[in-house]
């Protein structure tokens, strides 16, 4: 019961006298070589012996990026490495010539399903983000009425032309023990769910006039004045 409770306290951001605060495990460092371009990102492109063909572009609807006098070279669902590796073989240098990084990430999404009316929820993807970090960026955990036991990623497994792949997230064990081992990295077109508490599936049966009242109520909104 006391772990439920500190679970809570940690989530919501509620401090609390007498309690002790569990550490939180360091933060994973974003994996971003494996970020896949998509369009519409925005690449900055350098080349050590060409800088007339420096340039920011864009990845354009057919997957291609437009990089002037060098051409056209198409990265649709490309690594950064991988995207490096063509366009050096485009302008036939070697790869450790050319530089590819995401300047603007803006093809990527992430769908949330959680206690709002079990609506999903579309998120600009940043980049590769602890499972836990983006929810609590998103405004996706909600106190009293997210399931914080039932907290699954669910990425699409296209590539490899199978079943999507389904990961347990345990809440408990990264925030109260400090092991991030199922606080997974959020990827591009990953589906996360966040179960619904009792309270949760009660509150969506009420008008959306009770709603603030009810939470009010229940102690998950302040007074009014």
């Not at 569990?22 to 970020?35: G, H, I, Q």
């Not at 590769?128 to 009293?144: E, K, N, R, S, Y």
């Not at 990425?155 to 997974?184: M, S």
């Amino acid at each position: 019961m006391k772990r439920c409770v500190l679970l809570l306290l940690l989530v919501s951001g509620v401090g609390c006298a007498g309690l002790p605060t569990p550490s939180l495990p360091p933060a994973t460092p974003p994996d971003v070589a494996a970020y896949r371009i998509g369009c519409p990102d925005v690449l900055e492109v350098g080349f050590a012996d060409r800088h007339e063909w420096d340039c920011l572009a864009a990845v354009d609807v057919d997957g291609c990026l437009p990089l002037g006098d060098a051409g056209l070279v198409l990265v649709q669902g490309l690594t950064t490495a991988e995207a490096r590796a063509a366009i050096a073989a485009q302008v036939k240098c070697p790869p450790s010539q050319v530089l590819v990084a995401v300047a603007v990430p803006r093809s990527g999404r992430v769908f949330i399903t959680g206690p709002d009316n079990k609506r999903i929820r579309a998120v600009a993807y940043t980049g590769p983000t602890p499972v836990l970090d983006f929810l609590q960026t998103a405004g996706a955990i909600q106190p009293m009425e997210s399931k914080l036991n039932d907290v699954y990623v669910v990425r699409p497994n296209v590539c490899a032309d199978g079943p999507p792949k389904i990961y347990h997230v345990n809440v408990e064990e990264v925030l109260l023990d400090g092991d991030p081992t199922t606080n997974v990295l959020v990827q591009s077109a990953d589906h996360v769910y966040v179960g619904e508490t009792r309270r949760a599936s009660f509150v969506r049966l009420l008008p959306p006039w009770a709603r603030p009242a009810y939470r009010q109520l229940v102690g998950l909104m302040p007074k009014w004045d």
